[in-house]
């Protein structure tokens, strides 16, 4: 066996090149140090951006659900207007058809009466039956006539004065 000789001794390199070691490795840990914060801002951000989008989401999804319920309540107003659209039309229909089926009947009436009749037979008795559903005086309450010496004003007046007291009298008792 052959030994070589070993010597270990203190080495001291120069001051500059310990402080050029030192700063060195002080970058290096600066730069793992800002890659990880660097990283954990990242993360960070990531985090906020996925929050927000789950709260834009649940507004997202109440939007569209409000959307919805505007469209079928829409619906639900046109289907309500067209029903009443149609039911107004056939009221309107049935209310012609009965004006029609009235006219109609009327004319043959007339008709009949005109044949059973003749014209102005048919015409003098639909002249005095519209006089007398309307309730037209032909006849005066008060008759003046020139039977007296004072014929006229006077008679007229007293037959007023007597009519009236006379329906006075009827109203009182």
Do not use: C, F, W
């Amino acid at each position: 066996m052959q030994a070589i000789d070993t010597l270990i001794g203190d080495i001291h390199p120069p001051a500059q090149l310990m402080q050029t070691q030192t700063d060195r490795k002080i970058a290096e840990e600066q730069r793992q140090t800002y890659a990880a914060q660097e990283a954990a801002q990242k993360q960070r951000q990531q985090l906020v951006r996925q929050t927000a989008l789950a709260d834009i989401q649940q507004q997202v999804v109440g939007a569209e659900q409000g959307v919805q319920i505007a469209e079928l309540q829409a619906n639900s107003h046109i289907k309500q207007s067209t029903g009443e659209a149609q039911g107004i039309r056939l009221r309107a229909a049935g209310e012609a058809e009965a004006i029609r089926i009235t006219g109609q009947a009327k004319a043959e009436a007339y008709r009949v009466g005109v044949e059973a009749l003749g014209t102005q037979s048919y015409t003098l008795m639909q002249l005095m039956q519209t006089i007398g559903e309307g309730k037209v005086r032909i006849v005066p309450d008060v008759s003046v006539t020139g039977a007296s010496a004072n014929p006229g004003l006077v008679d007229g007046l007293l037959g007023l004065m007597v009519r009236n007291q006379t329906s006075s009298a009827a109203k009182a008792s």
